[in-house]
């Protein structure tokens, strides 16, 4: 077998952890979340959560890939000796496979969104108008190349594909989005959107709703239960700090997420000032695609001069976003192919983006029924239900000792913090009781 590969420095994995996690999920759909659920409230709940429910799981996630050193198929039959527990690599496979699956959709929108920026800009106003309609041509066009920039990424394998490109991105989208943040904050109407977005409206910090999006918001964002972290962390050196390296993971992706928020919500007001409708007919602000496709746009029409390069600014802010995190969903299927089979990461690239790309036009001929359904089929349900097996899996399967010898590689006194004394005992119980009591609530109503 092909030697694994292996991230070349701490800084290099951080960089691609962080860019797996941040992706659309921090800078669409974090800020869609807190437009549709009671501004501040739902930034408090979300953040207690990542703590208490998804920090802890990322970080099991983490440990059963460095310990396994292999793809996620094969890692749980290794801390379990027990081989039907390869069903939950299988199954995350499957997931992010589908995710990849609508998350090319969404990457390719985002290309044609930005590729129509720049052609009204030099005057190519037919294509301009071209790739902003919503038809089965652009839509399968844009898909097929946010699919190729992905695979041409992942085909160079790990230190000279993944982390290459992130240690890369990253900078060009923290660059970016500051940019953004400081031009959007001085317009006309934006102070309003920054207190919407800094004081809760304390009624919905109990919602349970609330609750459950932030939870199927905190999976989603730190790309959890389907492998992707479990692969990150298979090719992390046995000497680095897991602890500390997980926390900074999960610490950037909030802080985009932050700042995300800082960016959108401020300006919804700055549309709103400029004569833009930001609600609904039931009085909400508007979200979802409507929120980046129509309040934003509508925004961004207005700006005329060196203003015009806002727009591109921004869709390619979520761009670079998209690609960092597809990468690292491709990864998950393409390192099973390459270890189990072929061995030939180009070819496995190939078949496995080739399938997907599959998935991703089953999707576009039926778009109405199928996109939000595998969107909440995946995202809803499928990772937190994940996230629940990998909690009881590594909480009451494996053993304590083998846990504890990993975990103290490149860490040698944990055993005396406070780390080591809540993390396991909480993952055994409180992590499980709170997706299990989540998911009850969201059945009854
Ligand atoms: N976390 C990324 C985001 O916020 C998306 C992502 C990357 C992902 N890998 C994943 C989501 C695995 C779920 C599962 O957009």
Redesign the pocket.
Known sequence: MATRGEFSSKFGFVMAAAG???????IW?FPTQVASNGGAAFVFVYLVLTFVLAYPVLMAELLVGRYAKSNSIDAYPKITNYKKSAFLGVWGTL??SS?LAF?SIVGGWLMAWALHYFTSLIGLTAIAAWLVEFSFERNILFTVLFSILTLLIVRQGVAAGIERWSVRLMPILLGLMSILIVYVGLQRGASEGWSVFIFPNFSRVFDIDLAISAMGQA????????G?MLIYGSYLSKSENMVSIGALVALV?VGVAILAGALIIPAMYVAQASGVDILDGAGNLISGDGLVFTVLPALFDNMRGLASLVPIGFFTLLLV??LT??I??LE?PVSYITERKSGDRAKACYWVAGAILLASLIILLNFDALFGLVVSL??EYS?PLLGLFICVIVGWFWNRNQLLEEIRLGNPEIEITLFWKIWPVYLQFVCPLIILLLFYHSFQS
């Open positions: 797996s996690a941040v992706g659309l999920g921090n759909g997931t992010v995710i998350y999976f989603f964002s730190l790309s959890l239960g389907v992707t992706d976003a998209a995190s597809s690292s969903m998950v995946t995202t990772q």
